[in-house]
């Protein structure tokens, strides 16, 4: 099975990521935490996103796809994967399809978890308190939540159209969302 895990940021997607991939037993995919691995251990590829996330804007298309994808792939190949994060916009989305499909490796779902600004806010600030993200503060939040709206938002009609969309509300406790993903999926 291979699962697409989106919505905003502070929605849940690291959180139902973990508890998902092992229930289900598929790779767990978190393209933040992927990126952010890049910048921690100074790569040359984190060096040159490092800025770019920090502002809590989009690292490029070509960046992602070409850390995403092989991972991807190969995920597909052996259990499956469970991807949070990514795509995080349209034209993302159709360039991962298209490699995605060369490999028959194309999402079977896609769950969106949706929650209001509010809590989103809550959320992401308690997190930057706890684990210290430096992408986790009132201005990055601000614009990461902007960039999200105007980027990733139209990814729920492209994945809606595709009948691959399943919109769970994500501002219930991560118990009752697990299972509503679960029964999505039509696994429980």
Known sequence: MNVLLIGPP???KGTQ????????GLEHLAAGDLLRAEVQTGTPLGGRIA???ERGDLVPDTVILSLLMPRVLAAADANGYLLDGFPRSVDQ????????ELADASPHAVIYLDAPRE???RRILARAEIEGRADDNPDTVANRLRVFDEATRPLVDY???RGLLHVINADQHE?????????????E
């Open 10 to 12: 502070g929605s849940g």
């Open 175 to 187: 118990d009752e969302v697990t299972a509503d993903i679960l029964k999505a999926l039509g696994v």
């Open 159 to 161: 994945y809606r159209d």
């Open 17 to 24: 990521g973990e508890r998902l991939a092992a229930r289900l």
């Open 119 to 121: 809590e989103l806010m």
């Open 93 to 100: 989305a159709v360039e991962a399809r298209k490699l995605a």
């Open 51 to 53: 800025d770019i996330m």
